[in-house]
């Protein structure tokens, strides 16, 4: 346990309590979302009912992991719908309502247990990955051209679905 009598343990006090080996900024990153709640907590109007505040559970629980894992996620999760459009878009999809974008965003964690490929797929559905058409909008590259065709803009639709020389990996390699 991090706090004790209503107060943090030092990072030293913590080490020797607990001999757990970390270092300070993770365990001051702790710290700081534990007093960030605490302070979330109380402007928050109290619930009617049988309620446990976010930090009595933490307090509680052996496994804080989890707990704190999903409640960052829950408390920062919102639909990319930027994305989204301009997929539709892309795609020619017309009909918004047409796509269980649930569905779409657990694809990479059904299909592989590689880390590399789950980030990379997480990185095309979100359109992070570096297009040619992306870097010379913001001046890192003078042309937008295929990389391998050199025949059309270089744009996630052109490289992972029209382009010619892309498509043969794709047959060769067995994956598409």
């Not at 990479?108 to 789950?118: G, N, R, V």
Request: with cysteine; hydrophobic share 35%; charged share 25%.
């Amino acid at each position: 346990m991090i706090r004790h009598k209503n107060k943090f343990l030092s990072f030293t006090e913590f080490k020797e309590r607990f001999d757990f080996k970390t270092n300070f900024l993770t365990f001051y990153g702790i710290i700081s979302s534990i007093k960030s709640l605490q302070n979330k907590v109380k402007t928050q109007p109290p619930l009617k009912g049988n309620y446990k505040s976010f930090i009595d559970v933490f307090l509680s629980v052996n496994k804080t992991n989890r707990l704190v894992y999903q409640k960052c996620v829950s408390s920062k999760q919102t639909s990319p719908s930027k994305t989204q459009n301009k997929w539709l878009t892309d795609c020619q999809i017309t009909c918004f309502n047409s796509i269980n974008w649930k569905v779409v965003y657990k694809l990479p964690f059904s299909y592989t247990k590689i880390p590399k490929l789950i980030i990379f797929e997480l990185k095309l559905l979100h359109r992070r990955l570096a297009t040619n058409d992306f870097l010379n909008k913001i001046g890192m590259r003078p042309d937008v051209l295929c990389t391998f065709c050199r025949d059309e803009k270089e744009s996630l639709i052109h490289l992972f679905w029209s382009c010619r020389e892309t498509n043969l990996f794709w047959k060769t390699s067995n994956i598409g």
